[in-house]
């Protein structure tokens, strides 16, 4: 069984900076593509940014420029660094993880969210 546990979710200032923590708990034998998503109230979820295994990133255009998402292979754990936050990024984040738990199989893991609000 593997969860993921988040951190650093909270309260902050428009124009301030945040850094949201991910790492899995369990057994398993790799982990693949790790990111970040977010949903605001009465919206969908939303991709924000993910990385590969090899550092390769991607990001929505709406947070280009002010987020940046890291990975610390040796601790399985994601990172997204907010700079410049605005109100309108306020939201419940959730990390995902593609999860080899067997040689050949693998699934997706959400955590729970950590809730992110911006002060105006």
């Known amino acids: 069984q593997v969860q993921l546990v988040e951190s650093g979710g909270g309260l902050v200032q428009a124009g301030g900076s945040l850094r949201l923590s991910c790492a899995p708990s369990?057994?398993?034998?790799?982990?693949?593509?790790m990111g970040w998503y977010r949903q605001a109230p009465g919206k969908q979820r939303e991709l924000v940014a993910t990385?590969?295994?090899?550092?390769?990133?991607n990001y929505a255009d709406n947070i280009k420029g002010r987020f940046t998402i890291s990975r610390d292979n040796a601790k399985n754990t994601v990172y997204l660094q907010m700079n410049s936050l605005k109100a309108g990024d306020t939201a419940v984040y959730y990390c995902?993880?593609?999860?080899?738990?067997?040689?050949?199989?693998?699934?997706?893991?959400w955590g729970q969210g950590t809730q992110v609000t911006v002060s105006s």
């Open positions: 369990g057994t398993f034998f790799s982990i693949d593509t």
């Open positions: 995902n993880a593609a999860v080899r738990t067997a040689t050949f199989f693998s699934r997706s893991y």
């Open positions: 990385v590969t295994s090899g550092g390769t990133t």
